[in-house]
């Protein structure tokens, strides 16, 4: 019987987590994870090392290891090439070879190494192990520091790359992440938090918590109903560290959904970053995925 060893990894603007999976015939089997608290706005040399240091600790004693590594755009995947600029993390990575660092930081083939957008592998994990299973046409979306988002059609899933669709006069992102929150929280009560839970734990701003939520998902189903404008799907899969507070936003934007007649199912991850660990794991098993270029 066929054994391949695959070290999946979800890297994240704050953090990073890996999982190892072994290949036995058709199964695949989490052997185990580890999460790392990851600064994205260090410089390139120290976020390297970082990496490069937990990485090794899988490919020691083991240089046949398939590492599948799911990132945010914007990412040439194919080559390894970060491109992210101006979003608030990893700036000194722009045009960084990752493949290349990686492969020489351990030792191991570039052909071992692969990248795939963290949207595209968030919804193939859903599709396939979580909420997503039994739909065929479906948008998923990934809410914290930015915004990630891929589309399901029948048997082709890829990456939507929404984050700069057009919104309220600018673009998705900043109206969906988390700078969204902390730009209103700013403006209008003068304080400077690091992210929604700040925002969530602050006492004084206990009473605005529900008007801001609000807010946010009018923002949401306008985003939505645009999406589903042009590419229906029957339902939205929702990620990402925001959507752990999706109590607090979901039923409003199910009755914005219903008051544009539109027939939506609203679905909350509950695999979490294993819907990404899985769906990266498809880079190495192409006769199971149905992954597609955009």
């Given at each position: 019987?066929?054994?391949?060893k695959?070290?999946a990894?979800?890297?994240?603007?704050?953090h990073?987590?890996?999982a190892?999976?072994e290949?036995k015939?058709t199964?695949l089997?989490?052997?185990?994870?580890e999460?790392?608290?990851?600064?994205?706005?260090?410089?390139?040399?120290e976020?390297?090392?970082?990496?490069?240091l937990?990485l090794?600790k899988y490919?020691?004693?083991?240089p046949g290891?398939?590492?599948?590594?799911?990132?945010?755009?914007?990412?040439d995947?194919?080559?390894?090439?970060c491109?992210?600029?101006?979003?608030?993390k990893?700036n000194?990575?722009?045009g960084?070879?990752?493949?290349?660092?990686?492969?020489?930081?351990?030792?191991?083939?570039?052909?071992q190494i692969?990248?795939i957008?963290d949207?595209?592998a968030?919804?193939?994990?859903?599709?396939?192990?979580?909420?997503?299973f039994?739909?065929?046409?479906?948008?998923?979306?990934?809410?914290?520091?930015?915004?990630g988002?891929?589309i399901?059609?029948?048997?082709i899933?890829?990456?939507?790359?929404?984050?700069?669709?057009?919104?309220?006069g600018g673009?998705a992102?900043?109206?969906l992440?988390?700078?969204?929150?902390?730009?209103?929280?700013?403006?209008?009560?003068?304080l400077?938090?690091?992210?929604v839970?700040?925002?969530l734990d602050h006492?004084?701003l206990?009473?605005?918590?529900?008007?801001?939520?609000?807010?946010y998902?009018?923002?949401?189903?306008?985003?939505?109903?645009?999406?589903y404008?042009?590419?229906?799907?029957?339902?939205?899969i929702?990620g990402g560290n925001?959507?752990?507070?999706?109590?607090?936003?979901?039923p409003?934007?199910?009755?914005?959904?219903?008051?544009?007649t539109?027939d939506?199912?609203?679905?909350i991850s509950?695999?979490?970053?294993?819907s990404t660990?899985?769906?990266?794991?498809?880079l190495?098993?192409?006769?199971?995925?149905?992954r597609a270029?955009?």
């Amino acid at each position: 019987m066929s054994q391949k060893k695959i070290l999946a990894g979800d890297i994240g603007g704050s953090h990073f987590t890996l999982a190892l999976f072994e290949e036995k015939g058709t199964e695949l089997n989490l052997l185990q994870t580890e999460r790392h608290v990851l600064d994205s706005k260090l410089p390139k040399e120290e976020i390297l090392q970082q990496w490069v240091l937990s990485l090794k600790k899988y490919t020691k004693g083991n240089p046949g290891l398939c590492i599948s590594l799911a990132m945010p755009a914007p990412f040439d995947y194919e080559k390894g090439v970060c491109w992210i600029k101006e979003q608030g993390k990893f700036n000194s990575l722009f045009g960084c070879d990752l493949k290349t660092e990686f492969s020489q930081g351990l030792g191991i083939p570039r052909s071992q190494i692969k990248f795939i957008n963290d949207a595209e592998a968030f919804l193939f994990g859903e599709a396939h192990f979580g909420k997503g299973f039994g739909f065929t046409n479906l948008l998923g979306i990934t809410l914290g520091s930015g915004l990630g988002s891929a589309i399901k059609q029948g048997d082709i899933l890829f990456d939507a790359d929404l984050w700069q669709s057009p919104l309220k006069g600018g673009i998705a992102e900043d109206y969906l992440g988390t700078g969204w929150f902390l730009k209103l929280v700013k403006n209008k009560f003068g304080l400077e938090l690091k992210g929604v839970k700040d925002l969530l734990d602050h006492e004084t701003l206990q009473p605005e918590i529900p008007v801001i939520f609000d807010i946010y998902a009018k923002n949401l189903s306008e985003f939505i109903l645009s999406v589903y404008a042009k590419v229906p799907f029957e339902a939205v899969i929702i990620g990402g560290n925001i959507s752990l507070s999706s109590a607090l936003f979901v039923p409003k934007l199910l009755e914005h959904l219903r008051d544009a007649t539109a027939d939506i199912v609203i679905e909350i991850s509950q695999l979490g970053e294993l819907s990404t660990i899985y769906g990266a794991t498809s880079l190495f098993f192409e006769a199971r995925s149905e992954r597609a270029s955009n």
